[in-house]
T-cell receptor, first 109, second 115 residues
Framework: QKEVEQNSGPLSVPEGAIASLNCTYS??????FFWYRQYSGKSPELIMS????GDKEDGRFTAQLNKASQYVSLLIRDSQPSDSATYLC?????????FGAGTRLFVKA | NAGVTQTPKFQVLKTGQSMTLQCAQD?????MYWYRQDPGMGLRLIYY???????DKGEVPNGYNVSRLNKREFSLRLESAAPSQTSVYFC??????????????FGPGTRLTVL
């Protein structure tokens, strides 16, 4: 059974700090990895996708992928209170996408 | 573009009642998905449709049926609702049918309570 593991949190960081969210996955053939943000009572929103080993940066967000260690992370620089949400890690090696249970992030003003 | 739309937004059913959740997308995506989300358990795939005319079971298909009516619409039916089906249901769509990428876009969700 494929699994995606995340620390449920909450992860609390002060405004302006770097928030680091981590995720491990079990399926070695996984090819694509995603980070979704979900505000309370809302639907998931795609914020980052990464397909190759290394780093991918988009604004304040950096996704990091290490396929050898089966590890994906998301860094949020200059964290803002508006970043407070649950972050879902997901992977896919086919039509089906497996989601982690999410990490709750709280950014203190 | 409206993206992915779902109806209804909220629903309360009694045990044994049936209902259909509707989903439509206007992004010309090939693939569509139904998930349920329960506290602490993340998103679990119920059924998916890789392309128009095809449907397949996901992780938790028991108690549900689906219909891919056309490329835009994908409905989820509960034939005899049970309290264990109380959940938030999300529909999603993605452009690719291949084995990689598969970025998904979600609808606003349906909050279902079964008494």
């Amino acid at each position: 059974q494929k699994e995606v593991e995340q620390n449920s949190g909450p992860l609390s960081v002060p405004e302006g700090a770097i928030a680091s969210l981590n995720c491990t996955y079990s399926d070695r053939v996984s090819q694509s990895f995603f980070w979704y943000r979900q505000y309370s009572g809302k639907s998931p929103e795609l914020i980052m996708s990464i397909y190759s080993n290394g780093d991918k940066e988009d604004g304040r967000f950096t996704a990091q992928l290490n396929k050898a260690s089966q590890y994906v992370s998301l860094l949020i620089r200059d964290s803002q209170p508006s970043d407070s949400a649950t972050y879902l890690c997901a992977e896919t090696g086919g039509f089906k996408t497996i989601f982690g249970a999410g990490t709750r992030l709280f950014v203190k003003a | 573009n409206a993206g992915v739309t779902q109806t209804p937004k909220f629903q309360v059913l009694k045990t044994g009642q049936s209902m259909t959740l509707q989903c439509a997308q206007d992004m010309n995506h090939n693939s569509m998905y139904w998930y349920r989300q329960d506290p602490g358990m993340g998103l679990r795939l119920i059924y998916y449709s890789a392309s128009e005319g095809t449907t397949d079971k996901g992780e938790v298909p028991n108690g549900y049926n689906v219909s891919r009516l056309n490329k835009r619409e994908f409905s989820l039916r509960l034939e005899s609702a049970a309290p264990s089906q109380t959940s938030v249901y999300f529909c999603a769509s993605s452009a690719r049918t291949g084995i990689s990428y598969n970025e998904q876009f979600f609808g606003p969700g349906t909050r279902l309570t079964v008494l």
